[in-house]
C-alpha cells in the first residue's frame, strides 16, 4: 500500500458535515467596544484580577508567537487543554465507536488506549521491540480498513527513547490514516522535531506540549500541528472557550521568557546525566535505560519493595514495574539537583540496612 490519504475518507461522516457552535466572540474579534454579546458580568469579577470576559477561541496572539518559535503558520496550529486534548479530539473526529481502530505500540503513553476506550474505539497492539524500537513491519501488518489512526510517542514515555526516523517515515508512507507522533518530550532530545515533514505527509500529526520543557503543566496548554484542513476540524469540534484566560496569560508572559526555558531544559539534561551516574553507583539498580527526555526508567533488584520505601520516605516515582517491557522497573523525573541527591541518599540508606518497611 502506498500513501494517497484523502481526510474526507478518515473523518467521521457526520464530522464533515457537523455546523460547529459560533461563539460570540467568533462574530466580533475587536479589543474595545461596548460587550453585550456574551452574557459576561460587566462589573469585573469576585477576584482581584478581572476575568469577566471569555478568552479568545482560537489563542491568536498565541499563535502569532508560535509562528517563529515553531517555524510553522497560524492555521497549521490548535492549541488544546493539555495535549491530552488533541488526543481526545483526533479519537473523536475520526474514529466511530465499536467500529473503528487504532494502533498503538505498547510500552507507551496511557491516553492513546484510554482515549479510544472511553470511545469504544477498538485497540490493537503492535509490541515495540526489545530496545523500545518501532517494529514497522508488523505495524504496517496490523493496518486494516478500519485502522484510523496510529500513535506514535517519541521520545517515549515510559522508555524514554527516540523512535528510528526510518521507520516513522515507512508508516507515514504506508498508511491512509493519521500518523500522531507525539512529542511531548521534544525539548530534551537533539533529535528534530517532525513538524518540519508536515508538509511531504498530509497524513501527520505533530504533538507537544507547555507541560514538561515550559514548567507550564497546571495551566493545561498542549499545541497540535497538522494540515490546515486537519487543525479546522478540530476548531470546529473542540470546545469553544478551550483554553482559560489566565492560561493563555500566563502562556503569553512564558512565550516571552524562551531564555528561561532553555536554561531550565539545560538545568534538567545536566541533572539528568548526573542522576544516571549516582545511579549507577548504586547495587540495586541493574539497568538505567538511555533517555532522551526528563525521566529516567530504571530496572531494581526488586522494584516493589523499593517503590513502597521510596513512598514511605516521602518520595514518589512511577511504579512501571508491570508494564509490558518494563518489568522490574520504576520510572523516576529528573527533580532538582537536592532532590536527586535526596532521592541517592534514600536509596543508599536502603542498600545499606536492607530496610524492610
Ligand atoms: C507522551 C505524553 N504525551 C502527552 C502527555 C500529556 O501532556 P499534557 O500535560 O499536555 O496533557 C504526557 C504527560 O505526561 C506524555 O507523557
Redesign the pocket.
Known amino acids: 500500500m502506498s500513501n494517497t490519504f484523502d481526510l474526507n475518507k478518515i473523518l467521521r461522516p457526520h464530522i464533515i458535515s457537523l455546523a460547529p457552535y459560533s461563539s460570540a466572540r467568533d462574530e466580533y474579534t475587536g479589543h474595545t467596544g461596548i460587550f453585550l454579546d456574551a452574557n459576561e458580568n460587566p462589573y469585573g469579577s469576585a477576584t482581584t484580577e478581572n476575568y469577566n470576559r471569555y478568552p479568545d477561541p482560537y489563542q491568536a496572539e498565541i499563535k502569532q508567537k508560535l509562528i517563529a518559535l515553531k517555524n510553522i503558520s497560524s492555521e497549521r496550529i490548535f492549541l488544546g487543554n493539555?495535549?491530552?486534548?488533541p488526543?481526545d479530539l483526533l479519537t473523536r473526529a475520526t474514529c466511530t465507536p465499536g467500529q473503528d481502530h487504532v494502533i498503538i505500540m505498547p510500552p507507551t503513553?496511557g491516553?492513546y488506549e484510554v482515549s479510544a476506550s472511553i470511545h469504544d474505539v477498538k485497540i490493537d497492539k503492535v509490541s515495540l521491540t526489545t530496545d523500545f524500537q518501532i517494529d514497522a513491519e508488523s505495524v504496517i501488518a496490523a493496518i486494516t480498513p478500519l485502522t484510523k489512526i496510529i500513535w506514535i510517542?517519541s521520545p517515549?514515555?515510559p522508555t524514554g527513547n527516540v523512535m528510528q526516523h526510518e521507520a516513522i517515515q515507512t508508516i507515514l508512507e504506508n498508511f491512509n490514516g493519521l500518523v500522531v507522533v507525539?512529542e511531548?518530550?521534544v525539548d530534551f532530545t537533539d533529535t528534530p522535531t517532525w513538524i518540519q515533514h508536515l508538509d511531504t505527509y498530509p497524513n501527520l500529526v505533530v504533538?507537544q506540549?507547555?507541560?514538561?520543557a515550559w514548567g507550564l503543566?497546571g495551566i493545561?496548554?498542549?499545541m497540535c500541528f497538522a494540515s490546515a484542513e486537519i487543525v479546522k476540524i478540530l476548531n470546529k469540534i473542540k470546545p469553544p472557550y478551550n483554553i482559560s484566560l489566565p492560561a493563555q496569560k500566563a502562556l503569553l508572559e512564558g512565550l516571552d521568557s524562551v531564555d528561561k526555558k532553555d536554561k531550565m531544559v539545560a538545568e534538567i539534561l545536566k541533572e539528568r546525566s548526573s542522576l544516571c551516574n549516582m545511579l549507577q553507583d548504586l547495587s540495586l539498580v541493574i539497568k538505567i535505560y538511555p533517555s532522551d527526555a526528563n525521566f529516567l526508567l530504571v530496572q531494581f533488584e526488586d522494584a516493589k519493595a523499593i517503590m513502597d520505601y521510596l513512598i514511605h520516605e516521602t518520595i514518589i516515582v512511577r511504579d512501571r514495574s508491570r508494564v509490558h517491557l518494563c518489568e522490574g522497573c520504576l520510572r523516576i523525573t529528573v527533580g532538582t539537583k537536592e532532590e536527586n541527591e535526596v532521592l541517592i541518599e534514600t536509596l543508599k540508606k536502603y542498600q545499606q540496612k536492607g530496610v524492610i518497611v
Open positions: 493539555g495535549s491530552d486534548e488526543i503513553y491516553m510517542c517515549n514515555n507525539d511531548a518530550y504533538l506540549t507547555f507541560s514538561k503543566a493545561r496548554v498542549g
